[in-house]
């Protein structure tokens, strides 16, 4: 239970961090969208711990808790400075190019991992189910390598992927409700911390 809930809160931080920047910048996130950055969420973290229980019965010996340990730690490591690399793409992407909706602009999906609040491409101060599937899957970049590697030695799937939803649900919800009360514009990074957690998780697949 409790490395289900490490593994899940390393996750949904940025869902979190991300809400808050729309409530602080007056951007609405309908309960619906909500729902809908949670299932994508889940339904990809679902994906990536399935592929890794599967590799991990054609892997020997101890392989799976060493790749397990190796791939958790290197995410962990890059989260820590993952604020770096957002800045370094918001510096060479094109701010200025006008962005239509394609089921895999990954253009666009790189604009809004940089930046969340860029999902809401129409300006409406509402975002819709449609904006909401682009900040999901940018949200959800981190989770395909976590999952993976966290399912190579062994995970609670229908546990985790369960508190994903609610969790991811909740910081949505409770993430918007803080921007909403913020004066200034949130311009919170809490990566760090998610990169925190995500060593103390490899460390507990080793221990």
């Known amino acids: ?9 390393s996750i949904c931080i940025d869902a979190f961090v991300a809400s ?8 609405k996130i309908p309960i619906i969208s909500s729902i809908v950055i949670s299932i994508v969420g889940s339904v990809i973290l679902g994906i990536s711990l399935f592929i890794g229980g599967l590799i991990k019965d054609f892997l020997p010996g101890t392989l799976p808790i060493t790749l397990s340990f190796s791939i958790l730690m290197v995410l962990g490591i ?8 957002k800045t370094y793409i918001q510096k060479h992407l094109n701010k200025e190019k006008s ?3 394609r089921l895999f602009d990954f253009n666009f999906i790189l604009q809004v991992y940089a930046d969340e609040t860029k999902a809401d491409l129409d300006k409406s101060k509402e975002l819709s189910v449609k904006e909401s599937l682009y900040l999901a899957i ?3 970049f981190d989770s395909l390598a976590v999952g993976f590697g966290s399912s190579l030695a062994g995970s609670a799937y229908i546990q985790t992927i369960l508190l994903c ?19 200034e514009k ?6 760090w911390l998610s990169g925190v957690i995500l060593m103390v998780l490899a460390i507990s697949k080793i221990i």
């Open 20 to 27: 808050m920047a729309y409530g602080s910048n007056k951007i």
């Open 1 to 9: 239970m409790i490395e289900s809930l490490l593994l899940v809160s």
């Open 165 to 183: 939803f609610l969790i991811g649900f909740l910081a949505v919800i409770v993430g918007s409700f803080i921007g909403k009360k913020l004066v």
């Open 99 to 101: 962005f239509s909706f």
């Open 138 to 140: 940018a949200l959800s």
């Open 78 to 85: 890059y989260r820590l400075f993952e604020s770096l690399f």
């Open 186 to 191: 949130s311009n919170i990074n809490l990566s």
